[in-house]
């Protein structure tokens, strides 16, 4: 089995379940004796909002890559980012990185190709909704990517960093995440819709939302656990 280098903390009621579906799944592969090796280094999710909101993307590099070879240097062969907004500069750190890096992005750009989506709804942080680097491998690969309304944009942000983050999850707030879904489905015709930020499933999942739910946390799991197994 490979080592696995996990950069968590954005937030921590998204690093628990990583840490949890990473082991138990292997563990589901391998035999109940088995569990994998591991290392976790937890950064400040705050930290990291504010250099995006500050676009201080080289300070944010630095700030991730200490995280990365504090990893490496723990003897993990392949590392992955525990959050989607982080991503935004995960092509510097792939370029900086002395070990692999397994993009929360393309892996479910790939499940949306598996599942012939074409055109897709998201849902994230102000900086993931709005960014073009979570989009771009999806339009590359002509999935079309809608994005809510610029005051929906704005709600969304505030629930998620002042509530989800924290793990408060509200009835009023999963009504509103419906709301959106629910236009998103009848005004632009998406198929699907991506919980871009790893705090999302606390609060969306298939059985509460009108289009099926791309969980980008789980479909980064299983792309791990795979990459584990991969010897």
Do not use: W
Request: aromatic share 6%; charged share 25%.
């Amino acid at each position: 089995m490979k080592k696995l280098g996990l950069v968590g903390g954005m937030g921590p009621e998204s690093t628990i379940p990583y840490y949890h579906d990473i082991v138990y799944g292997v563990q589901e592969a391998l035999g109940k004796s088995i569990f994998p090796e591991l290392s976790i280094e937890s950064v400040n999710v705050f930290n990291v909002l504010k250099l995006c909101d500050e676009k201080k993307y080289d300070e944010l590099t630095e700030y991730l890559m200490t995280a990365i070879n504090n990893l490496a240097k723990s003897g993990a062969e392949f590392a992955a980012l525990s959050a989607n907004t982080p991503h935004i500069v995960f092509d510097r750190l792939k370029e900086q990185s002395p070990i692999p890096l397994i993009s929360i992005i393309e892996a479910t750009c790939e499940e949306a190709k598996h599942r012939e989506l074409k055109k897709i709804g998201l849902l994230g942080t102000i900086f993931t909704m709005t960014g073009e680097f979570f989009k771009v491998p999806f339009v590359k690969n002509g999935i079309q990517v809608v994005i809510p309304t610029e005051s929906e944009i704005r709600l969304i942000n505030e629930k998620i960093s002042t509530e989800l983050e924290l793990g408060v999850v509200k009835e009023e707030t999963l009504s509103l995440f419906q709301n959106v879904i629910n236009r998103m489905k009848n005004e632009e015709g998406i198929e699907a819709i991506v919980l871009g930020c790893t705090e999302l499933p606390l609060l969306l999942n298939d059985k509460v939302s009108s289009v099926p739910c791309l969980d980008t946390m789980q479909i980064h799991i299983n792309a791990i656990v795979k990459t584990i197994l991969d010897c």
